[in-house]
């Protein structure tokens, strides 16, 4: 059996899970969520991966560290502490080593929309390596409001039963932590552990082309496929939990 470690992406937090947790709890699995600091402006990425850490209970078990989202630039921090079996990207950023989710994507964006963020980006010469890449975001989500309802709606619970989608948005949280697009990641490689990659085949957000291509680029793995929009977890939970055990 496994020890199922679960961090939430922008917006959410600890109840994201409440609808997956079951199923993996049914089938004999432990399980552990907590909430990142993202209201914190100030935070920064080696801080919610503390937050991660200092969550986990000292367990002789085998820890699948799983992010959703914006916590893929978080797992990979916590897996150079902790001692894990895997790390699962579920939708997820992949960071980069020595630049930001923000510089992986800037070539996708004008002039203007760049200038907009007040984001000094990295020497040219460190970023030919991303310009092959698709977008890594769908271009209709950039941009957007999501303290506004009814874009949570249609970009984070479009797919979602209309009760569990109501109360997703009646949970969100303030986003404030943007560390996950504008700081400099600090590691130096990714983690040499197992990984699986899983795309949201319907996400609005993160592009199930980009997330295809980077899972086989930078993971090295096959991405599996879920019919879902960008929150799985509350919309398929028990398929999720399937590929998860699997």
């Known amino acids: 059996m496994s020890f199922f470690c679960l961090v939430h992406g922008a917006f959410q937090?600890?109840?994201?899970?409440?609808?997956?947790?079951?199923?993996?709890?049914?089938?004999?699995?432990?399980?552990?969520?907590?909430?990142?600091?993202?209201?914190?402006?100030?935070?920064?990425?080696?801080?919610?991966?503390?937050?991660?850490?200092?969550?986990?209970?000292?367990?002789?078990?085998?820890?699948?560290?799983?992010?959703?989202?914006?916590?893929?630039?978080?797992?990979?921090?916590?897996?150079?502490?902790?001692?894990?079996?895997?790390?699962?990207?579920?939708g997820g950023l992949i960071p980069y080593p020595g630049v930001s989710t923000f510089d992986q994507l800037s070539h996708h964006l004008d002039s203007e929309t760049i200038k907009s963020f007040n984001y000094q980006l990295k020497d040219?010469?460190?970023?030919?390596?991303?310009?092959?890449?698709?977008?890594?975001?769908?271009?209709?989500?950039?941009?957007?409001?999501?303290?506004?309802?009814a874009v949570l709606m249609e970009f984070f619970y479009h797919d979602c039963q209309p009760d569990v989608a109501q109360w997703a948005i009646s949970q969100s949280r303030l986003q404030q932590f943007m560390g996950y697009m504008f700081e400099t990641n600090p590691l130096k490689a990714l983690p040499k552990v197992k990984y699986k990659y899983i795309v949201c085949r319907n996400d609005r957000i993160i592009?199930?082309?980009?997330?295809?291509?980077?899972?086989?680029?930078?993971?090295?793995?096959?991405?599996?496929?879920?019919?879902?929009?960008h929150c799985p977890h509350l919309s398929r939970p028990n398929l999720l939990a399937e590929i998860l055990i699997r």
Request: hydrophobic share 40%.
């Open 124 to 149: 040219p010469s460190q970023l030919e390596q991303f310009y092959d890449e698709p977008n890594m975001y769908e271009p209709a989500s950039i941009g957007k409001d999501y303290s506004n309802p």
């Open 13 to 90: 937090g600890t109840w994201c899970w409440d609808l997956l947790i079951p199923y993996l709890e049914g089938q004999g699995h432990k399980t552990i969520a907590m909430d990142l600091p993202i209201e914190d402006a100030s935070a920064t990425l080696s801080q919610l991966a503390d937050t991660v850490i200092q969550s986990l209970p000292k367990t002789d078990d085998d820890i699948v560290l799983v992010g959703h989202s914006m916590a893929g630039t978080v797992i990979p921090l916590v897996a150079e502490v902790v001692k894990v079996r895997q790390l699962v990207f579920i």
């Open 207 to 229: 592009s199930p082309t980009w997330s295809r291509y980077a899972a086989r680029k930078r993971l090295g793995v096959d991405a599996v496929e879920i019919p879902s929009g």
